[in-house]
């Protein structure tokens, strides 16, 4: 029998708001999500729903306005600055821009030291223990040893980006929020990075929170999906079910957008009107209705939320909870 894998990061009702000039802007909004160890969430939705702040907020990079973060089943939001730093060998980050997230004095193996040594994992007296563990991250990462004293900036994208990764994988860690990975680079050598990522999940038994605006990005690469709108989750499924029976009037028009090769698959297009609407102190109601082909007067002026309409299987819409 298969053993049942154990739930590595549990969020409830977070909420991340920033004060702005204008007004409470509610960058994330009550999300409510587990991943288990050794899986991948992908988080999608369009620029400025919240994907990123929410990812910061998980790690504590925001502190997060309200809500409960459960690793390993501990309270995170409630620990102090010894048990954070403790905290970040376990959780780390790569980032969308490897160059700007790169300092760019310093070289393949300072880069890699950096962790290490911030993380009191050697101490940088214990010199031929580091330069083993460079060695070995670089292998892992698939960085030529001739690289160890290059300059970011002679280096194309991808190879930056396995920086990123090398640095995030150097203390160990057992979750990584991925923001954005793939998107600064060329589309060939997303696939490389891809499939490294793939490769190293595997090999370390990583558990992923992939953000992403692109569904197709991670469509093979995640085992559920969550798809933001507005600092809100508007669905959340297993990822074969969301691509097989996506439920709700956003994620159908997301996905209407992504190319299909297949001549005899015909999914209607649902063409999106407008731009995402302010997150500065949101109407209640429905925050897609703006936008939504199918909304009624009832749906602004009710507060929507998520309902499992089948096993794993979360939507917020009036209408299909109606339906059903
Ligand atoms: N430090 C901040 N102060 C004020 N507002 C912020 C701050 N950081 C993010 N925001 C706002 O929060 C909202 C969500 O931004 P966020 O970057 O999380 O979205 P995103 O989905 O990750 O988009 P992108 O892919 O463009 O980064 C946006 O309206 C953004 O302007």
């Known amino acids: 029998m298969l053993e049942e894998k154990k739930e590595l990061l549990r969020v409830e009702h977070l909420k991340k708001y920033f004060t702005t000039p204008k007004g409470t802007l509610h ?7 587990s991943i288990r160890a050794g899986e991948t969430l992908g988080v999608v939705g369009e620029s400025g729903c919240g994907k990123s ?21 501990n309270d995170i939001l409630s620990y102090n600055k ?23 004095r310093m070289t393949v193996s300072e880069a890699i030291i950096e962790p290490l040594l911030v993380q009191g994992i050697y101490k940088s007296s214990e010199r031929a223990a580091i330069i083993s563990r460079v060695d070995e991250i670089m292998n892992l990462v698939g960085l030529a040893k001739r690289l160890v004293n290059t300059y970011p900036h002679e280096l194309d994208g991808g190879r930056r980006q396995r920086i990123g990764i ?13 923001d954005e990975p793939v998107s600064a680079l060329d589309v060939s050598i997303q696939a490389q990075i891809l499939n490294l990522m793939q490769d190293l999940q595997e090999e370390l038994n990583l558990t992923y929170m992939f953000i992403t605006h692109d569904l197709s990005v991670v469509r093979h690469f995640s085992n559920n999906i969550v798809v933001m709108y507005l600092g809100q989750m508007v ?83 009036r209408m299909i909870q109606e339906q059903r």
């Open 27 to 33: 960058a994330v909004d009550d999300v409510n999500f």
């Open 53 to 73: 702040t929410m990812g910061r907020a998980i790690l504590r990079l925001h502190e997060p306005t309200a809500g409960k973060v459960y690793f390993e089943g």
């Open 82 to 104: 010894k048990q954070l730093k403790e905290l970040r060998k376990d959780m780390q980050i790569i980032f969308q821009d490897p160059f700007a997230s790169l300092n760019p």
């Open 166 to 178: 090398a640095r995030a994988l150097a203390v160990n860690p057992k979750f990584i929020v991925c």
């Open 235 to 317: 669905e959340c499924a297993p990822a074969k079910t969301l691509f097989k029976n996506p439920l709700h009037p956003y994620t159908k028009a997301l996905l209407s957008a992504i190319p299909v090769p297949d001549p005899d698959f015909k999914m209607e297009r649902i063409p999106l009107k407008g731009e995402l609407t302010s997150p500065i102190n949101p109407d209640p109601g429905c925050r897609f209705a703006k936008r939504c082909p199918y909304a009624t007067e009832a749906c602004t002026s009710r507060e929507m939320t998520l309902m499992e309409l089948e096993p794993e299987h979360f939507v917020s819409c």
